[in-house]
């Protein structure tokens, strides 16, 4: 009997010992707090050895933290809705919607309206993704490339109508088929005091020490209001989806519709206002795109809503994963605005020296294919770096988009998707 009784134990696979192993692999504050600190001694090291400043110069994170904020914001939208089971792959339009409302409202009425007008833009289109998923069973993979292409047309023609029409208002304040007038600028913040200080350790290149105070010093420095309000929204959809019972109603959507509808949760108005945010903050995300640079342009939003996606994979799902997706991703998007190809060319022996790293790992867990393989890129871009000085430009214009295949595919195997995420439901179907 005693053998029938350990028998099921030593052979269950999902019990202890894999609660243990779960628990030991789990990314917990400390382990978060850790990395952070071995990727700035890794950056602090890359910069003594290639000279290139710009990886913790208080510049490139304050452009870096500018071009984040969009692509948090979408990947924040895509998180709301996808918690609550639905796809939406029309981040980008939605992005769209609001960056042009935001040029149509800022530049009479300032900067703060145009991004109150860009969430509401943005939530227009949440809502009609809403009703073809939730009300009609369109596929949502469908419904978001609509989206999209009814985004780009519709800003596309009423811009030549409202912008470049010959005698308006708009016109002759600046705009044309392609933009709108220019408007005011948003207010920013600097904290006085800690911010020449910050800045003036930085000057002084010290290992470290002065990496650190570029950062820091950056997010202390002519920081935009909307960064502080992207930052704010991050907190609040934290504590709004994982500590309130409106959350948990929310995500129980996304993984069981049918158990939810059968505690009471009206599984279509929880859909339809997860939708309607994700719009809403993708909408900012765009406005944010015109207000920083005081203008709608047509194509402005240039694949970030996609990015934002992306970030919301890498992230799991969890605002705290957007968040640090959304910085990697800015980060590399702000060499665009900067010419980094000298900077952009120092990490491709960062990036060699990571893919080492993983090799290490690979074969040492027996895939030795893999391990080859990452020996191999490691190898050929080592050589890259140690040949050239610089990197093209057009190769640092792609950089983000590189990133986000690397990052992905690097964090697939620990991805994990809420259940019933793009899946058919109708009221009542478990009954």
Same mark, same amino acid.
């Given at each position: 009997?005693?053998?029938?009784?350990? #028998?099921?134990? &030593?052979?269950?696979? +999902? @019990?202890?010992? $894999?609660? *243990?192993?779960? %628990?030991?692999?789990?990314? !917990?504050?400390?382990?978060?707090?850790?990395?952070?600190?071995?990727?700035?001694?890794?950056?602090?090291?890359?910069?003594?050895?290639?000279?290139?400043?710009?990886?913790?110069?208080?510049?490139?994170?304050?452009?870096?933290?500018?071009?984040?904020?969009?692509?948090?914001?979408?990947?924040?939208?895509?998180?709301?809705?996808?918690?609550?089971?639905?796809?939406?792959?029309?981040?980008?339009?939605?992005?769209?919607?609001?960056?042009?409302?935001?040029?149509?409202?800022?530049?009479?009425?300032?900067?703060?309206? #145009?991004?109150? &007008?860009?969430?509401? +833009? @943005?939530?227009? $289109?949440? *809502?009609?993704? %809403?009703?073809?998923?939730? !009300?009609?069973?369109?596929?949502?993979?469908?419904?978001?490339?609509?989206?999209?292409?009814?985004?780009?047309?519709?800003?596309?023609?009423?811009?030549?109508?409202?912008?470049?029409?010959?005698?308006?208002?708009?016109?002759?304040?600046?705009?044309?088929?392609?933009?709108?007038?220019?408007?005011?600028?948003?207010?920013?913040?600097?904290?006085?005091?800690?911010?020449?200080?910050?800045?003036?350790?930085?000057?002084?290149?010290?290992?470290?020490?002065?990496?650190?105070?570029?950062?820091?010093?950056?997010?202390?420095?002519?920081?935009?209001?909307?960064?502080?309000?992207?930052?704010?929204?991050?907190?609040?959809?934290?504590?709004?989806?994982?500590?309130?019972?409106?959350?948990?109603?929310?995500?129980?959507?996304?993984?069981?519709?049918?158990?939810?509808?059968?505690?009471?949760?009206?599984?279509?108005?929880?859909?339809?206002?997860?939708?309607?945010?994700?719009?809403?903050?993708?909408?900012?995300?765009?406005?944010?795109?015109?207000?920083?640079?005081?203008?709608?342009?047509?194509?402005?939003?240039?694949?970030?809503?996609?990015?934002?996606?992306?970030?919301?994979?890498?992230?799991?799902?969890?605002?705290?994963?957007?968040?640090?997706?959304?910085?990697?991703?800015?980060?590399?998007?702000?060499?665009?605005?900067?010419?980094?190809?000298?900077?952009?060319?120092?990490?491709?022996?960062?990036?060699?020296?990571?893919?080492?790293?993983?090799?290490?790992?690979?074969?040492?867990?027996?895939?030795?294919?893999?391990?080859?393989?990452?020996?191999?890129?490691?190898?050929?871009?080592?050589?890259?770096?140690?040949?050239?000085?610089?990197?093209?430009?057009?190769?640092?214009?792609?950089?983000?988009?590189?990133?986000?295949?690397?990052?992905?595919?690097?964090?697939?195997?620990?991805?994990?998707?809420?259940?019933?995420?793009?899946?058919?439901?109708?009221?009542?179907?478990?009954?």
């Amino acid at each position: 009997m005693s053998q029938n009784l350990t #028998a099921p134990v &030593a052979k269950d696979p +999902g @019990g202890k010992g $894999g609660r *243990l192993a779960a %628990a030991r692999t789990k990314l !917990t504050y400390p382990k978060v707090l850790l990395i952070i600190a071995g990727a700035l001694v890794l950056l602090s090291l890359l910069r003594v050895v290639t000279g290139a400043t710009d990886l913790t110069g208080s510049g490139q994170y304050t452009a870096a933290l500018n071009a984040a904020v969009p692509i948090g914001l979408a990947g924040l939208g895509g998180l709301w809705a996808e918690r609550s089971g639905v796809i939406n792959i029309g981040l980008e339009g939605m992005m769209m919607l609001g960056a042009f409302s935001a040029g149509f409202v800022g530049w009479e009425y300032g900067p703060w309206a #145009a991004a109150l &007008a860009g969430i509401l +833009g @943005g939530a227009l $289109g949440g *809502l009609i993704h %809403a009703i073809a998923t939730v !009300t009609f069973g369109v596929d949502h993979i469908i419904s978001g490339v609509a989206v999209n292409i009814m985004a780009l047309g519709l800003t596309q023609f009423l811009a030549k109508l409202w912008f470049g029409a010959e005698g308006s208002a708009a016109a002759q304040a600046g705009g044309n088929d392609k933009q709108s007038p220019p408007m005011d600028d948003m207010p920013t913040f600097t904290v006085p005091g800690l911010s020449d200080w910050l800045l003036s350790i930085e000057k002084h290149h010290w290992f470290l020490v002065s990496d650190l105070a570029g950062i820091l010093g950056s997010l202390v420095t002519n920081v935009s209001w909307l960064a502080v309000l992207a930052a704010v929204v991050f907190v609040l959809s934290f504590f709004v989806l994982w500590r309130s019972s409106f959350g948990l109603r929310l995500r129980s959507c996304g993984e069981s519709p049918v158990a939810a509808e059968s505690l009471g949760v009206n599984v279509y108005t929880y859909k339809y206002a997860a939708v309607i945010v994700s719009g809403a903050l993708a909408g900012l995300g765009g406005a944010f795109l015109a207000i920083y640079v005081h203008i709608y342009q047509d194509g402005q939003t240039g694949g970030r809503g996609y990015i934002g996606l992306a970030t919301m994979i890498f992230g799991n799902w969890r605002p705290g994963g957007v968040a640090m997706g959304a910085g990697l991703f800015g980060f590399m998007d702000a060499f665009q605005l900067r010419g980094g190809g000298t900077t952009v060319h120092a990490l491709l022996l960062l990036l060699a020296v990571l893919l080492v790293g993983l090799a290490v790992w690979k074969l040492r867990g027996g895939h030795r294919l893999q391990g080859i393989a990452s020996i191999a890129v490691a190898a050929l871009l080592a050589l890259w770096y140690a040949t050239t000085d610089t990197v093209p430009l057009e190769i640092v214009s792609v950089a983000p988009y590189i990133a986000t295949l690397l990052v992905l595919s690097l964090a697939a195997q620990r991805l994990r998707a809420p259940k019933a995420i793009g899946k058919a439901y109708r009221r009542g179907q478990g009954k």
